[in-house]
T-cell receptor, first 114, second 113 residues
């Protein structure tokens, strides 16, 4: 089942601009994670934010989490052409029978134009 | 360098054939996962294993089988029962079952010919 949904599906910006991607989800979560995928490659883990955290930074990345609205955002500041990739949010939540699953959204495709 | 190795990078399967995708990690991670990625569909969980000699079905396990005889290895077999196997397959691992980011391999692209 698809838990997280990213918005927008695609985003095109000029180099140097900021890029904001949003993720909404439906059930209570343990944590939320963001990943990057370059075309035809595996995913790379960017950042993990726990359900009791509201904001987290890593270099040019800023992630916020609003558990009351069941939403998260990923901000990439001062974007570079190398940031061109698909970005996925993933929610870590209880999936039944005593187990937890990391469920991925469909991703936002970011294009940074030099 | 520690990481996950998936092989082969490209795989072609004839109708009715079983094929096995390899996934090996040297990160000493307990948990391993197999995902399938179709265009515009995001990632869907096929199987996961939290410990050696144990594994559970994910959301789309039908037509697939796995084994976890060693901590380092989690091979995925795509059987002839999988009617639409053409996809990009991703293996991942994490130190434990909860609260960790996943490390992904570079993927295997399977095509039915």
């Amino acid at each position: 089942s698809q838990q997280g949904e990213e918005d927008p599906q695609a985003l095109s910006i000029q180099e140097g601009e900021n890029a904001t991607m949003n993720c909404s989800y439906k059930t209570s979560i343990n944590n939320l994670q963001w990943y990057r995928q370059n075309s035809g490659r595996g995913l790379v883990h960017l950042i993990l934010i726990r359900s009791n955290e509201r904001e987290k930074h890593s270099g040019r990345l800023r992630v916020t989490l609003d558990t009351s609205k069941k939403s998260s955002s990923l901000l990439i500041t001062a974007s570079r052409a190398a940031d061109t990739a698909s970005y996925f949010c993933a929610t870590d939540a209880y999936s039944g029978a005593g187990s937890y699953q990391l469920t991925f959204g469909k991703g936002t495709k970011l294009s940074v134009i030099p | 360098d520690g990481g996950i190795t998936q092989s082969p990078k490209y795989l072609f399967r004839k109708e009715g054939q079983n094929v096995t995708l390899s996934c090996e990690q040297n990160l000493n991670h307990d948990a391993m996962y197999w995902y399938r990625q179709d265009p515009g569909q995001g990632l869907r969980l096929i199987y996961y294993s939290q410990i050696v000699n144990d594994f559970q079905k994910g959301d789309i396990a039908e037509g697939y089988s796995v084994s976890r005889e060693k901590k380092e290895s989690f091979p995925l077999t795509v059987t002839s029962a999988q009617k639409n196997p053409t996809a990009f397959y991703l293996c991942a691992s994490s130190p434990g079952a909860r609260g960790y980011g996943y490390t992904f391999g570079s993927g295997t692209r399977l095509t039915v010919v």
